[in-house]
T-cell receptor, first 117, second 118 residues
Framework: AQKVTQAQTEISVVEKEDVTLDCVYE???????LFWYKQPPSGELVFLIR??????QNEISGRYSWNFQKSTSSFNFTITASQVVDSAVYFC??????????????FGTGTRLQVTL | DSGVTQTPKHLITATGQRVTLRCSPR?????VYWYQQSLDQGLQFLIQ???????AKGNILERFSAQQFPDLHSELNLSSLELGDSALYFC?????????????????FGQGTRLTVV
C-alpha cells in the first residue's frame, strides 16, 4: 500500500528565512506521481507541482524548489525567502499509475507553515 | 480560481439527515473526484467518476453515494448523517486520461463544502 509521511506537523519561521518541508513516500509501484498542494487559511487546495517517478530533475519555480530523490523516497519542498503569504498547510501526495488514474491521491498529514514578521 | 465549482460552501444539518453536495468540473474535464478532509482522518479519496461511470473507489462509506450526470456535474449524497461525518468535502476534476496510468494533467480542486452535523 502507498503511504506518504510528513513528519513535520508545524513549522514557524520569520519572514525571509528559507524553510524546507519534508515528504517521504512508500510505494511498490515503479511508476508513480508525486504532488505538492497548498491549503491557505481560506481552505481551498492549490496545486503546486506534479513530478513523475522517471523524472528526478529538481525543479525551481520562483521562490519554490523541489528536490526529488528516489534513493531515499523523498520529495522535499523548499521555500526561499519566505513571506507571510506563504503561511498555509502544505500537503504532499502520491498517486500510483496502476490505479488507472494519477489523480487518486494519497495525501500526507500536512505541514502547517507559519511565517511571521 | 481553479475553475471547479462546489455548492453549497457551508452546510449545517442534524444527525440522521441526508444532504447532497454538488460539483461542477472545469470546462472540458471528464473526471471528477471526491475527497473528504476531517481532523481525525486527514484528506481521503472517496470516489472518482469518469464520463459518467464510476472509475475508482476509496474509503467511501455505504451511507455515501455519488453520481456524475451527462453534463458532467457530480453530486455526492450523504445519508444517515453522524457527527463524525462533519468534514470539508472537496471535489476535484482533471482532463481526459487517454491511457491508463498516463494522465494528461493534475487534479484541480474546488473550494470545498464544509459540512457540520449537529
Amino acid at each position: 500500500a502507498q503511504k506518504v509521511t510528513q513528519a513535520q506537523t508545524e513549522i514557524s519561521v520569520v519572514e525571509k528565512e528559507d524553510v524546507t518541508l519534508d515528504c517521504v513516500y512508500e510505494t511498490r509501484d515503479t511508476t508513480y506521481y508525486l504532488f505538492w498542494y497548498k491549503q491557505p487559511p481560506s481552505g481551498e487546495l492549490v496545486f503546486l507541482i506534479r513530478r513523475n517517478s522517471f523524472d528526478e530533475q529538481n525543479e525551481i519555480s520562483g521562490r519554490y524548489s523541489w528536490n526529488f530523490q528516489k534513493s531515499t523516497s523523498s520529495f522535499n519542498f523548499t521555500i526561499t525567502a519566505s513571506q507571510v503569504v506563504d503561511s498555509a498547510v502544505y500537503f504532499c501526495a502520491l498517486s500510483e499509475a496502476n490505479t488507472g488514474t494519477a489523480s487518486k491521491l494519497t495525501f500526507g498529514t500536512g505541514t502547517r507553515l507559519q511565517v511571521t514578521l | 480560481d481553479s475553475g471547479v465549482t462546489q455548492t453549497p460552501k457551508h452546510l449545517i444539518t442534524a444527525t440522521g439527515q441526508r444532504v447532497t453536495l454538488r460539483c461542477s468540473p472545469r470546462s472540458g474535464d471528464l473526471s471528477v473526484y471526491w475527497y473528504q478532509q476531517s481532523l481525525d482522518q486527514g484528506l481521503q479519496f472517496l470516489i472518482q467518476y469518469y464520463n459518467g461511470e464510476e472509475r475508482a473507489k476509496g474509503n467511501i462509506l455505504e451511507r455515501f453515494s455519488a453520481q456524475q450526470f451527462p453534463d458532467l456535474h457530480s453530486e455526492l449524497n450523504l445519508s444517515s448523517l453522524e457527527l463524525g461525518d462533519s468534514a470539508l468535502y472537496f471535489c476535484a476534476s482533471s482532463h481526459t486520461e487517454r491511457n491508463l496510468g498516463q494522465p494528461d494533467t493534475e487534479a484541480f480542486f474546488g473550494q470545498g463544502t464544509r459540512l457540520t452535523v449537529v
